[in-house]
């Protein structure tokens, strides 16, 4: 099994839909991360787990939410999107959030909003 | 705020060819810096890292960076590249006083000619 995986790798949802991203983490990691990823944009980081609780929310609408229900495990629901949310979401782990440890990223989920 | 910058957008280079990309960050304290690449149809992964210590920096593939504290920068650099480092590449920084949040630039494509 690969270190991050993320499930689905394409989501197409309509602006009134609900769904939800899933990370995975075998790395034996404490901080998981949510990043996105837009065309020609920096990777914006959007939430940071640490040891299962939230340290991070770099102001991030309220139709985002994560859930991090062990060190293992990310999600991020979503609900009543845009058109604009539409982006690559990434998930990523490291030991811990201090900044000292590299980041391991997933694939990302390619979320086409309608 | 914080911020980092990449000038380079899309770089094409010949194989062969000697490699800078630049890499400039915004925050006056004390800093932990990053390289990282997404090769075609791959993950993210770290290229290099600094912490503290030597400024010049060594990675994988042959890459290596110097941190110039005066310049706040952080290029990359390769003497002599390969078709296989066609890939995006980019920067990030996270300040050692905001420990969770790491900046990402916005990334440059290398294209390599063969």
């Known amino acids: 099994e690969t270190g991050v995986t993320q499930t689905p790798r394409h989501l197409v949802m309509g602006m009134t839909n609900k769904k939800s991203l899933k990370c995975e983490q075998h790395l034996g990691h404490n901080a998981m991360y949510w990043y996105k990823q837009s065309a020609k944009k920096p990777l914006e980081l959007m939430f940071v787990?640490?040891?299962?609780?939230?340290?991070e929310n770099n102001s991030v609408p309220s139709r985002f939410s994560p859930e991090c229900p062990n060190s293992s495990h990310l999600f991020l629901h979503l609900h009543t999107l845009q058109p604009e949310d539409s982006a690559l979401y990434l998930c990523?782990?490291?030991?811990?959030?201090?900044?000292?440890?590299?980041?391991?990223f997933g694939p990302g989920t390619r979320l086409t909003v309608t | 705020a914080q911020s980092v910058s990449q000038h380079n957008h899309h770089v094409i280079l010949s194989e062969a060819a000697s490699l800078e990309l630049g890499c400039n960050y915004s925050?006056?304290?004390?800093?932990?810096l990053f390289w990282y690449v997404q090769y075609p149809g791959q993950h993210l992964q770290l290229l290099l890292k600094?912490?503290?210590?030597?400024?010049l920096v060594k990675g994988i593939k042959g890459f290596e960076a110097e941190f110039i504290k005066s310049k706040f920068s952080f290029n990359l650099r390769k003497p002599s590249v390969q078709w296989s480092d066609t890939a995006e590449y980019f920067c990030a920084v996270n300040a050692k006083s905001s420990a969770s949040k790491i900046i990402f630039g916005s990334g440059t494509r290398l294209s390599i000619r063969p």
């Open positions: 787990y640490n040891f299962k609780e939230q340290t």
């Open positions: 925050y006056g304290g004390t800093v932990n």
């Open positions: 600094y912490f503290s210590g030597d400024p």
């Open positions: 990523a782990s490291s030991q811990d959030s201090t900044g000292a440890y590299e980041q391991y």
